[in-house]
C-alpha cells in the first residue's frame, strides 16, 4: 500500500472542489484505490462540509421589492432603458454597487478553499491528538509495569539471593536476585557481565539439584543486565540459582548446562 502523506489532504481538498489537474488526480485516485483510510474520511469531512455550510445559511425568500430591482437591474444589464420605464418607480440598481460576476464567483471560490483548508487542519490536527493519546497510553502502560516491578523489590515477604563466584569465575562479576513468593515474580540484576567472544552467559534456576534455564544473560556495553522473570515458578522449591558460561547461543537443552558454572546464588530469607 502506498504511504498516506499530508499532501494527499491537499490533494482530496481540491478534489472535493474539482480544481485537481490531470496528473494530480491520477495520483490521488491511485492512492484512494488502495483505501487509504484517512483519505477516505477527510473526503467525507469535506464532501459533508459543502452540504453543512449550504444547510447553515437561513433560509430565506427575497422580499417583492428586493426581486423586482434585481430584475430590473438584469434588464438594464441587458441594454434596454426600457426597464425603468416599464417597472416606473422601481429605480435600477446602480451599476457601481453591482459585483461583477466573475468576482462574485472569485469570492464563492476563496470561501470554499478556505473551508477546505479548514477542514484539512482539522483532520491533521485530529491526528496529532490521536498521537498524543496513543503516547499517554503507552507512558501509562510502561509506568503501570514499572510499578509492579518495584513492588517486587518492596515487597515485605520479598527472598534475595547474593551471588558467590566460583574458581571459574571471573572476579569482577557481581549479581543479585530478588524474588517474590507472592506473585513469583523475579528481578535479577548483573554487573561486569562481559562475555569472551563467541560465548555467552546463561541463568539456571536451581529445584534440588535440577537445573532449568531461565535465559540468556544479555549485558549493555557496560556489562550492566537487569532480568525480570514474570513467573518464576513455586518459589518454596527454588533453591538457588547458578550462571554458566556458555558457547554463543546457551546451553543445547534447558536442563543442563554445558560451560563451566562461574557464580551460584543461594536464596536467602
Ligand atoms: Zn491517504
Not at 455550510?53 to 428586493?66: D, G, K
Not at 532449568?212 to 522449591?237: F, M, T
Amino acid at each position: 500500500m502506498s504511504q498516506h502523506r499530508d499532501e494527499h489532504l491537499d490533494l482530496c481538498a481540491a478534489y472535493v472542489l474539482g480544481c485537481l489537474d490531470e496528473a494530480d488526480r491520477s495520483r490521488l485516485e491511485a492512492h484512494l484505490a488502495e483505501a487509504c483510510p484517512v483519505c477516505e474520511g477527510a473526503l467525507r469531512d469535506f464532501g459533508g462540509s459543502a452540504v453543512l455550510l449550504a444547510a447553515s445559511v437561513p433560509p430565506a425568500l427575497p422580499s417583492p421589492a428586493i426581486k423586482a430591482r434585481v430584475l430590473a437591474a438584469v434588464r438594464g444589464d441587458a441594454g434596454a432603458e426600457g426597464g425603468r420605464a416599464k417597472e416606473g418607480r422601481i429605480l435600477p440598481m446602480k451599476k457601481r454597487w453591482a459585483l461583477p460576476p466573475r468576482l462574485g464567483w472569485a469570492l464563492a471560490a476563496c470561501f470554499v478553499l478556505a473551508t477546505g483548508v479548514l477542514f484539512t487542519t482539522m483532520t491533521r490536527l485530529r491526528q496529532d491528538l490521536n498521537r498524543a493519546r496513543d503516547q499517554v497510553q503507552n507512558l501509562t502502560r510502561d509506568l503501570d509495569s514499572e510499578r509492579r516491578w518495584a513492588a517486587v523489590l518492596a515487597s515485605p515477604g520479598a527472598r534475595t539471593a547474593s551471588f558467590s563466584l566460583t574458581p571459574a569465575g571471573e572476579a569482577e562479576l557481581r549479581a543479585r536476585a530478588t524474588v517474590d513468593p507472592e506473585t513469583h515474580r523475579a528481578i535479577l540484576v548483573f554487573q561486569n557481565f562481559k562475555a569472551p567472544s563467541g560465548r555467552d552467559y546463561e541463568l539456571w534456576a536451581l529445584r534440588g539439584n535440577t537445573p532449568v534455564s531461565l535465559g540468556l544473560i544479555r549485558p549493555d556495553p557496560s556489562g550492566r543486565a537487569v532480568l525480570r522473570i514474570e513467573d518464576i515458578g513455586d518459589p518454596a522449591g527454588l533453591t538457588a540459582f547458578a550462571i554458566s558460561l556458555e558457547p554463543r547461543g546457551g546451553a543445547p537443552t534447558r536442563n543442563e548446562p554445558t560451560g563451566p558454572i562461574v557464580m551460584i546464588g543461594s536464596l536467602g530469607g
